[in-house]
């Protein structure tokens, strides 16, 4: 069956087959890993003639969607993930190190602000006092993989200017051992999937179709205190966490 006949031809052709190719991989139709048709098969699947055929190859190779290899065929190429245990308060940056990326740490903004009634409850703070927000980013060889939105109760922080103190460290764990001297104990957190949205999606730099992993959650200080309330937004195609239970 010819599929050249359903599309628009508002772009080259290879295009057109390039988004069809990268269609299938997405719902599954190519898993993961999987080689793809031969080269004479999807040109005749498509209608199109092996030179076309391999220009939309080519695009999918160089956007990381497949590999070609010589003399034997494509594949769907297996996204890399960073894999982290989700059973121990540890750095973000440090699980992304540990799977062997070269991770960084970007502070955002950090800003001053009222603290809705919700949150106020979980912090044991005053509805719409006033409270402290930093947001930062961590990467992964370059790539944002995880949006970071903390909030910090405003008897925590003597001086709006130590905020900017978050910048010298790695986590939010460090930054309150180091600079606040509070030593954190333990993170409640709850997890859920959720769509991109603005601005997390252009801060992520994905869609808003794509699926994210949200964890949300209050940390606790030595004597169960609340010292931080946070949500965090990884991407799901980049990071993948791994719960043991015994």
């Not at 098969?41 to 999918?60: D, H, K, P, Y």
């Not at 890399?80 to 955002?108: N, P, W, Y």
């Not at 909030?151 to 010298?168: E, M, S």
Request: proline residues 5%.
């Amino acid at each position: 069956m010819k599929l050249l006949g359903v599309f628009q031809v508002r772009q080259p052709l290879y295009i057109e087959i390039a988004n069809e190719i990268k269609r299938r991989i997405v719902v599954g139709i190519y898993p993961s890993g999987a080689q793809l048709p031969s080269e004479p098969e999807l040109a005749n699947e498509f209608g199109v003639s092996r030179g076309t055929l391999r220009e939309a190859l080519g695009i999918l190779e160089k956007e990381g969607k497949i590999s070609r290899k010589h003399g034997i065929g494509s594949f769907v190429e297996t996204p890399a993930k960073v894999i982290a245990g989700i059973e121990k308060l540890e750095s973000l940056v440090s699980t992304i190190r540990r799977a062997g990326f070269e991770a960084q740490d970007k502070v955002l903004s950090t800003y001053e602000t009222t603290i809705s009634p919700s949150i106020a409850e979980k912090l044991n703070a005053e509805p719409n006092s006033k409270c402290y927000v930093i947001e930062s980013l961590r990467y992964a060889d370059g790539i944002p993989v995880i949006y970071c939105y903390d909030i910090l109760p405003y008897w925590l922080i003597k001086d709006i200017g130590d905020l900017q103190l978050r910048k010298n460290v790695e986590c939010m764990v460090d930054y309150l051992k180091t600079y606040i001297n509070i030593k954190p104990y333990n993170y409640v957190s709850n997890v859920t999937a959720v769509l991109a949205k603005d601005p997390v999606d252009k801060l992520l730099q994905v869609n808003r179709r794509t699926p994210l992993i949200k964890m949300e959650g209050v940390m606790y200080d030595e004597n169960s205190n609340p010292v931080n309330y946070g949500r965090q937004y990884f991407r799901s195609d980049k990071y993948q966490f791994t719960l043991v239970r015994q």
